[in-house]
C-alpha cells in the first residue's frame, strides 16, 4: 500500500520533470528613436527560445498603429532551446510618430501548442526647421547731413536645413537700397556670411529694415527673418564764440582802454574767414577789429587792441561773423566790455583869509587846501578875489595848498573864492566862508573883520539856531563943517554880516550916520539880505584896546525890514538901540582910530 502511494508519487514527480515547455522572447531596439519625416527609422529585432523544447517555425509580425509593415515582418525556421538570432530593417516615409508593436508567434511540435511574445519601440518624427537669422549692426549710429552710413549684415542659418538661394533685401523707408541688397547661394546649417555696404547723402534720421528671404529645398517652404538698425542724421553746428575781456574797467579820461579779444571755434565745422567788429556807440573802431583766415573746431586765437581818448561812460561792443564752408551759412556771436571814464574832482577843503583888517594896497596873503582822491594828478589854482581881479594860485602838490597874495587898491568888505583844476579837467570851487576887510588907513576910520557866536533868539526866523556868524565892516569918514560953519560928517564904507547857518547874508548899500564916542561906534544905515530887499541895519562895536575898551572887542548888529519894521536878527535882543553892545568878538578885530 505504502510502496503503491511512492510509486504514485515518483511517477507524478517524473511526470513533473519531463513536462515541457515551450517559450519565445522577442525585443525590438532600440526602445525609442527620433527620425526626421520621409526619413527611415531602422530596428533590430532578436528572437530567442527562452523555453526547453524545440520551436518551429517562428513567424515574426511587425505592426505601426495596426498596419503590418512588411519589410519588417520575417518567418523564422526555427529556434533550439536557449538559442538566439536577430535581423535589422528599415521603414521610411514617416510623417508623424508612433509606437512600433512586434508580435513573434512559435509553434511547439513538441506540446503541439503555439507560444508568443510582443515588444514594442517608440519612433519620434521630429520636423525639419528651416532658420534664417540677419542681423543689421550698428543698431544705431549717427552720421553728418551727406555722410553715408555704414553697416555690417551677417546672415545665418540658424536651422536644420540647407537654405538656398538667400535673398537679402535692405530698405529705407519703403525704398528698396540696392547696395545693401544681396543674393546670397546659400548657407548649410549653422554656416554664417557677412558682408558690409554703406548708403549715403543722408538729410534726415531713419530707421533702416532689412529682410532675408531663404529657401529650403528640403521642406519646399520659405523661412524669413528682419532686422533695423537706426540711423540719426545730426546736422552740422557751425558755431562762433567771442569775447572781450575785461568786462568792466575804469580809465582816466583820454586815458586808453586796452582789451583782449579771444575767438572760439565752439561748433563742429570750419569756420573760414571770421570778421571781427567792434563798435563804441556805434561807431566802428578800426584798431580793434580784425580778419581772421579761420579756425578749426575747437581752435581758439586771442588779440589786444587799445583805444584811447575817450572823455565819457562807454559800453563797447563786438561782434564776430564766421563763413561755414561746409553748411554755407554764416554764424556770429556778440560780446560787450563796460568802460568807466573816471576822474575825481578836487575838492577845496579850505580857505584861509586874514581875520583882521587890512590896509588898502597892502600885499593880502590867502591859502587854501584841497584833496582829490586820484593819486598822481596834478593841479592848477585860480583866485578870485571880488573886486574883479583874479590871479592863479601857487600850487604845492605835496601838501595839496595854494597859496596867493593880492592888493586891493579900494577900500572894502570882499568875499574871495578859490577854483582847483585838475589835469583831467576835473574842477572844484569854493568861496571863502571869512571877509577880507580892506581899509583906508588915511584919516579917521572904523573896521573890523571877525565872528561871533551867534545866541539862540538872535534869528527870528529860527530862534533856536546857534553858531558862527561872519562880520566884515570898515567906514570912513571925515570931519567938515559946512557953509554955514556947522561940523558935518562924511561917509564911505561897507558892512556885512553873515549867518550861515541860517542863509542870512546882510550887505549894506548905504550909511544914514555914524557916532565914534570913545572906543565905541555906532552907525546906522540901509542894505539888501541875500542881494533882495530893503533893510535898516544898526551895528554897534567897541575896540577893546583903546581907552575904556575894557580889552575886548564887542560887536552888535540888528537888522529889521526897512518897510513892516520887522525885525530879522539881533544878537543882543531887547537891548535898547543904544545900548552898549556886549557880544565879545569870537575871532578877528575891531579897529577904531580917530582922525
Ligand atoms: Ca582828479
Ligand atoms: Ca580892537
Known amino acids: 500500500m505504502v510502496a503503491s502511494i511512492i510509486l504514485v508519487l515518483l511517477l507524478v514527480l517524473v511526470g513533473t520533470a519531463a513536462a515541457a515547455t515551450p517559450s519565445v522572447l522577442v525585443t525590438k531596439e532600440p526602445a525609442t528613436q527620433t527620425v526626421r519625416p520621409g526619413e527611415p527609422a531602422s530596428f533590430t529585432f532578436t528572437l530567442t527560445n527562452t523555453g526547453d523544447v524545440d520551436l518551429t517555425p517562428i513567424a515574426v509580425l511587425d505592426y505601426i498603429k495596426g498596419v503590418k509593415v512588411p519589410e519588417c515582418c520575417k518567418n523564422l525556421t526555427g529556434l533550439t532551446p536557449g538559442e538566439s538570432t536577430s535581423y535589422t530593417c528599415s521603414h521610411g516615409g514617416e510623417t508623424e510618430s508612433y509606437i512600433n508593436i512586434v508580435s513573434a508567434f512559435a509553434w511547439s511540435p513538441t506540446t ?5 511574445w510582443n515588444d514594442s519601440a517608440k519612433v519620434t518624427v521630429v520636423p525639419w526647421n528651416p532658420s534664417i537669422l540677419v542681423t543689421k549692426k ?6 553728418r547731413p551727406g555722410e553715408p552710413a555704414s553697416f555690417t549684415f551677417t546672415l545665418t542659418n540658424t536651422g536644420d536645413v540647407d537654405l538656398s538661394p538667400i535673398a537679402v533685401l535692405d530698405y529705407i523707408k519703403g525704398v528698396k537700397v540696392p547696395e545693401c541688397c544681396k543674393n546670397l547661394t546659400g548657407l548649410t546649417p549653422g554656416e554664417s556670411t557677412s558682408y558690409t555696404c554703406s548708403h549715403g547723402g543722408e538729410t534726415e534720421s531713419y530707421t533702416n529694415i532689412v529682410s532675408a528671404f531663404a529657401w529650403s529645398p528640403t521642406t519646399g517652404t520659405y523661412t524669413m527673418w528682419n532686422d533695423s538698425a537706426k540711423v540719426t542724421v545730426e546736422p552740422w553746428n557751425p558755431s562762433i564764440l567771442v569775447t572781450k575781456k575785461p568786462a568792466t574797467q575804469t580809465v582816466r579820461p583820454g586815458d586808453p582802454a586796452s582789451f583782449t579779444f579771444t575767438l572760439t571755434n565752439n561748433g563742429d565745422v570750419e569756420l573760414t574767414p571770421i570778421m571781427v567788429l567792434d563798435y563804441i556807440n556805434g561807431v566802428k573802431i578800426p584798431e580793434c577789429c580784425r580778419n581772421l583766415t579761420g579756425l578749426t573746431p575747437g581752435g581758439s586765437t586771442s588779440y589786444t587792441c587799445s583805444h584811447g581818448g575817450e572823455t565819457k ?8 561773423h564766421a563763413w561755414s564752408p561746409v553748411t554755407g551759412t554764416y554764424t556770429m556771436w556778440n560780446d560787450s566790455a563796460e568802460v568807466t571814464v573816471a576822474n575825481a574832482i578836487p575838492v577845496i577843503t579850505s580857505i584861509t583869509v586874514p581875520m583882521t583888517p587890512q590896509a588898502v594896497k597892502s ?3 590867502v591859502s587854501g587846501t584841497f584833496t582829490d582822491s586820484d593819486a598822481g594828478d596834478t593841479h592848477t589854482a585860480l583866485w578870485t578875489w571880488e573886486d574883479g581881479g583874479t590871479k592863479t594860485g601857487v600850487v604845492n602838490e605835496a601838501t595839496k595848498t595854494v597859496t596867493g597874495t593880492y592888493a586891493y587898491t579900494q577900500a572894502g568888505i570882499y568875499t574871495i573864492s578859490l577854483k582847483v583844476s585838475d589835469n583831467y579837467g576835473g574842477t572844484g570851487e569854493l568861496a571863502a566862508d571869512r571877509y577880507i576887510v580892506i581899509y583906508d588907513p588915511k584919516g579917521g576910520y572904523v573896521t573890523g573883520n571877525g565872528y561871533i557866536n551867534s545866541p539862540a533868539g538872535a534869528f527870528k526866523g529860527d530862534p ?12 570912513k569918514y571925515q570931519m567938515n563943517t559946512n557953509k554955514k560953519g556947522a561940523p558935518t560928517t562924511s561917509l564911505q564904507g561897507t558892512t556885512a554880516f553873515q549867518f550861515q547857518l541860517a542863509g542870512l547874508s546882510f550887505r549894506s548899500t548905504q550909511y544914514d550916520w555914524m557916532v565914534v564916542a570913545g572906543p565905541k561906534v ?3 544905515g540901509t542894505g539888501t539880505i541875500n542881494k533882495k530887499g530893503q533893510y535898516a ?3 554897534s562895536a567897541v575896540d577893546g584896546q583903546l581907552l575904556g575898551g575894557g580889552g575886548t572887542d564887542k560887536f ?15 544878537n543882543q535882543l531887547g537891548a535898547k538901540d543904544d545900548a552898549d553892545p556886549t557880544t565879545a568878538i569870537a575871532g578877528g578885530s575891531i579897529i577904531i582910530t580917530k582922525p
Open 112 to 116: 503541439g501548442t503555439y507560444t508568443a
Open 138 to 143: 550698428p543698431v544705431t549710429q549717427t552720421v
Open 313 to 320: 561812460n562807454y559800453t563797447n561792443i563786438v561782434s564776430a
Open 363 to 365: 600885499t593880502v596873503s
Open 464 to 475: 533856536t539856531l546857534t553858531g558862527p556868524a561872519t562880520f566884515g565892516f570898515t567906514s
Open 522 to 524: 555906532m552907525y546906522k
Open 537 to 539: 541895519f544898526l551895528l
Open 556 to 570: 552888535r548888529i540888528k537888522i529889521w525890514d526897512k518897510f513892516t519894521g520887522l525885525l530879522v536878527y539881533d
